[in-house]
């Protein structure tokens, strides 16, 4: 969340860059300082009594070692009633600061200036394209038919087991599963990622950490006896690492990688555009993080979307970045980019990763900060991208692989697979 600091310094740009995402944050702005004011003039008068019991308290021992009995029971009866004022006043204080942080938890990340102003989709801006175009004839298959003719993944089979969004993948299915995942992660740990493997549950105050709550708690499965979330995304438990945690400055950055399973339900969706592997419930994911001085985080976010493209790249498959506009950017994030690839099937572009610098807002949330060389903690910047998502990965690679003799596997694969084509 934002910090009354930022807030104060400059609120008039904060309420314009605000206005960016579709926020109209004029008058929990000006409540925000209002309330800060309040609660600065409460702990004021609450450190005034304060010092004021003190010299009570030494004026009570004075009188009684003066024998002056009737004076320190007066001196004791001012002090009994100043405690009662400071316990209102500490209410007022609380209640106050609950306010304030209710407030700000409804306030959402202040977009960069890089941001491109817009309201949907249709307003991002294309940064740049790659990848070899493939040419298919116009019979060419969906991945879910080709899913269906190889038995690679048994979409009905998931239904009977759970539900819709819940696929069984099988045989070389399975197995090109598995070899996206290992070559995910075999390349961040080449590009310095501390692989982790964290839990796929995550208890309440994670939720907030990471600004899941409480923005998107109707996308989250929820285990109500035990108050607990499936995960999203690793970005969760990932980031959670640190929280209420002082790093060291010679120990930044962090970078983490994790593969996990991700739970979404996806509230909402459907057509033809959820089709097969293009929305689904579960599915597998790589998940590269990393923690920042402020002053690093902007060359960190350029080498994560460096990484994306290069998986890419190695994958053989047509991609492009967008820079979202204010719109179309999540809650929390500062700026994201997106990475599309091509489904020639399909005839239509998939996201297959977002990668985010969140600057300093999760990590307020989070209480995760740094100590400087001059011994001051200030808070990190955090960023994460998936480094990738697999289902329209696989999609694509169905899709745009497709031969009269098989589905040629991306030579980067074929070592984790043992095969080159699917037949």
Same mark, same amino acid.
Not at 372 to 394: F, M, Q, W, Y
């Given at each position: 969340?934002?910090?009354?600091?930022?807030?104060?310094?400059?609120?008039?740009? /904060?309420?314009?860059?605000?206005?960016? =995402?579709?926020?109209?944050?004029?008058?929990?702005?000006?409540?925000? /300082?209002?309330?800060?004011?309040?609660?600065?003039?409460?702990?004021?008068?609450?450190?005034?009594?304060?010092?004021?019991?003190?010299?009570?308290?030494?004026?009570?021992?004075?009188?009684? =070692?003066?024998?002056?009995?009737?004076?320190?029971?007066?001196?004791?009866?001012?002090?009994?009633?100043?405690?009662?004022?400071?316990?209102?006043?500490?209410?007022?204080?609380?209640?106050?600061? =609950?306010?304030?942080?209710?407030?700000?938890?409804?306030?959402?990340?202040?977009?960069?200036?890089?941001? $491109?102003?817009?309201?949907?989709?249709?307003?991002?801006?294309?940064?740049?394209?790659?990848?070899?175009?493939?040419?298919? $004839?116009?019979?060419?298959?969906?991945?879910?038919?080709?899913?269906?003719?190889?038995?690679?993944?048994?979409?009905?089979?998931?239904?009977?087991?759970?539900?819709? #969004?819940?696929?069984?993948?099988?045989?070389? #299915?399975?197995?090109?599963?598995?070899?996206?995942?290992?070559?995910?992660? @075999?390349?961040?740990?080449?590009?310095?990622?501390?692989?982790?493997?964290?839990?796929?549950?995550?208890?309440?105050?994670?939720?907030?950490?990471?600004?899941?709550?409480? @923005?998107?708690?109707?996308?989250?499965?929820?285990?109500?006896?035990?108050?607990?979330?499936?995960? $999203?995304?690793?970005?969760?438990?990932?980031?959670?690492?640190?929280?209420?945690?002082?790093?060291?400055?010679?120990?930044? $950055? =962090?970078?983490?990688?994790?593969?996990?399973?991700?739970?979404?339900?996806?509230?909402?969706?459907?057509?033809?555009?959820?089709?097969?592997?293009?929305?689904?419930?579960?599915?597998?994911?790589?998940?590269?993080?990393?923690?920042?001085?402020?002053?690093?985080?902007?060359?960190?976010?350029?080498?994560?979307? @460096?990484?994306?493209?290069?998986?890419?790249?190695?994958?053989?498959?047509?991609?492009?970045?967008?820079?979202?506009?204010? #719109?179309?950017?999540?809650?929390?994030?500062?700026?994201?980019?997106?990475?599309?690839?091509?489904?020639?099937?399909?005839?239509?572009?998939?996201?297959?990763?977002?990668?985010?610098?969140?600057? &300093?807002?999760?990590?307020?949330?989070?209480?995760?900060?740094?100590?400087?060389?001059?011994?001051? &903690?200030?808070?990190?910047?955090?960023?994460?991208?998936?480094?990738?998502?697999?289902?329209?990965?696989?999609?694509?690679?169905?899709?745009?692989?497709?031969?009269?003799?098989?589905?040629?596997?991306?030579?980067?694969?074929?070592?984790?697979?043992?095969?080159? /084509?699917?037949?």
């Amino acid at each position: 969340m934002l910090t009354i600091q930022q807030i104060k310094e400059n609120p008039r740009n /904060i309420i314009e860059r605000l206005a960016v =995402k579709g926020f109209d944050g004029k008058e929990v702005i000006e409540r925000v /300082i209002n309330l800060d004011n309040e609660r600065k003039r409460l702990q004021l008068n609450n450190d005034n009594k304060a010092a004021e019991l003190n010299k009570l308290a030494a004026q009570i021992g004075a009188l009684m =070692k003066q024998g002056k009995k009737d004076e320190a029971q007066q001196t004791k009866e001012a002090v009994a009633a100043i405690k009662e004022d400071q316990k209102t006043i500490a209410a007022e204080l609380s209640a106050t600061e =609950k306010e304030i942080r209710d407030l700000l938890l409804t306030v959402p990340n202040v977009p960069c200036a890089m941001v $491109p102003e817009g309201k949907t989709a249709a307003d991002n801006v294309v940064e740049k394209t790659g990848g070899p175009m493939p040419e298919l $004839p116009e019979d060419a298959l969906p991945h879910w038919e080709l899913a269906r003719k190889y038995n690679l993944i048994d979409f009905d089979l998931g239904v009977k087991i759970t539900g819709a #969004g819940f696929p069984v993948y099988t045989g070389k #299915g399975a197995r090109l599963q598995r070899a996206l995942i290992q070559f995910f992660l @075999d390349e961040a740990g080449k590009a310095g990622y501390l692989e982790v493997q964290p839990p796929y549950v995550v208890n309440e105050a994670s939720g907030y950490g990471t600004g899941q709550l409480p @923005d998107k708690e109707g996308q989250m499965y929820y285990v109500n006896e035990d108050n607990l979330y499936l995960i $999203p995304t690793a970005e969760v438990p990932v980031t959670n690492i640190y929280r209420d945690v002082i790093i060291p400055g010679d120990q930044l $950055p =962090k970078k983490n990688c994790a593969y996990s399973a991700c739970f979404r339900r996806e509230a909402g969706s459907y057509g033809k555009d959820v089709r097969g592997l293009n929305r689904l419930h579960q599915f597998d994911k790589v998940e590269i993080v990393r923690i920042e001085r402020p002053e690093d985080s902007y060359a960190a976010l350029e080498e994560m979307k @460096d990484h994306v493209q290069h998986l890419l790249e190695e994958l053989g498959l047509p991609w492009h970045i967008l820079r979202l506009c204010g #719109g179309d950017m999540s809650f929390t994030s500062a700026i994201t980019f997106d990475f599309e690839v091509y489904s020639a099937a399909q005839k239509r572009w998939l996201e297959v990763s977002s990668v985010s610098n969140f600057e &300093t807002y999760q990590a307020n949330r989070l209480k995760c900060r740094y100590r400087g060389e001059d011994k001051k &903690t200030r808070l990190c910047h955090t960023l994460n991208g998936s480094a990738l998502a697999l289902p329209r990965i696989v999609a694509a690679l169905l899709e745009n692989n497709q031969t009269p003799e098989g589905i040629r596997v991306p030579e980067c694969l074929q070592k984790y697979t043992g095969f080159s /084509i699917i037949d």
